[in-house]
């Protein structure tokens, strides 16, 4: 059988992680160095140097092999980003185990380990931080200890992928595959010059506000400093309940801010704004990422399979693809490849959608079609049945209850 499950060993420091990066900047930065490839089939198990890795993975016939992964999408873009191999069939550990085991808990591959009372992992990393390839060879036994252990959690790979896969249902190994391939082999495009207009745009835009009201960056981030200018314009701040007590309401969703940006008082509603439009900075966020990403290649689409405790897609990469707000720029800086046409697609209401048709309630999947409102009649119903009049309390003690 042509499965192979592989898993590469880079370099990394202090500054170049990727726990200061994200995937993609990781692995296509000029940094990047691939110090080996634990490679496992059946009974054979090889630790592949650097300098072989290239003619090693000449002789996999790629139109026909399965690659096991634990974290697919880094693996699987180093695979075809420095060595130009896309396999026909990508399987991973990492999004088999989030469907089966669920988000409260670690999924990473000591964890399963533990959890699956299998060998620990091994490698440590700490011994080669800040190492490149030439300097492990010259270490003694640090590059033969590197690739043991990373042979070892290739075989880990491989037994917990043999737990999981018992009753793993093949449409869904279908549909992580497709998620992976989304990140590993991207097509989608980034318009430099047009995020880059969103990212000054916005940039002039509290910088303008700011300009107006008199008052740094600086001052208008703190908390202390914001209640002082308020008070200043006769603004009584209100308050909410926070981790460690009452904090200002000056969130985006709090109504006390909402009230002051639509405010009579200019001044007052620049402040709000300013406040609000410095701290809650995605557009500008989102262009400034696409367009670093954009500047190496095309657009990677990271999706966490069942990211989501009602198991959908959520983003990933810092960057979750899903709700770029409609009607935005930023949704006009993504472009297809020549040849291609790029469809959004609305997948509003989809969990209750879907829920629906697996439940056989056609009578709400037909109000869907039409474009009626389903919720009316049934807050109508929930609103008579929790009714104060139908709600009996029971007299038992707290302490009698199952």
Known sequence: MNFWTLD??????????????????????????????????????????????????????????????????????????????????????LSMARAKLGLHRSVGLAALSEHF????????????????????????????????????????CRDIYEILASDFPADELRLIDLTVRMFTEPCLEGDLEKLGEIWTEENNRKNGHLHTLGVTRKEINSNQILIELFKAEGVDVAYKDGKNGQIPAFGRNDAFMQELVESDDERISLLAQARLGLRSTIDQTRAERLGNMATRGRLPVYLRYCGAHTTRWSGGDQVNWQNFRRGGELRKAICAPEGACLVVVDSSQIECRILNCFVGQADVVHKFTTGADPYTGIASIATDVISPRKIRLSAAPVSSWS
């Open 8 to 93: 590469f060993e880079t370099y990394f420091d202090k500054d170049y992680t990727l726990q200061k990066l994200t995937t993609e900047a990781y692995i296509r930065d000029p940094r990047f160095e691939a110090l080996g490839l634990a490679a496992v089939r059946g009974d054979e198990a090889r630790w592949i140097e650097q300098p072989d890795i290239p003619a090693f993975l000449a002789t996999i016939d790629w139109n026909t092999v399965t690659v096991l992964m634990h974290h697919a999408q880094f693996d699987g873009l180093i695979l075809s980003h420095h060595y130009g191999k896309r396999p026909k069939f990508f399987l991973d550990t």
């Open 117 to 156: 009372n299998l060998q620990p992992k091994s490698v440590p990393y700490e011994l080669f931080k800040g190492k490149r390839y030439q300097e492990l060879l010259s270490a003694g036994d640090l590059l033969g200890n590197l690739g043991a252990g990373a042979l070892h959690d290739a075989r880990l």
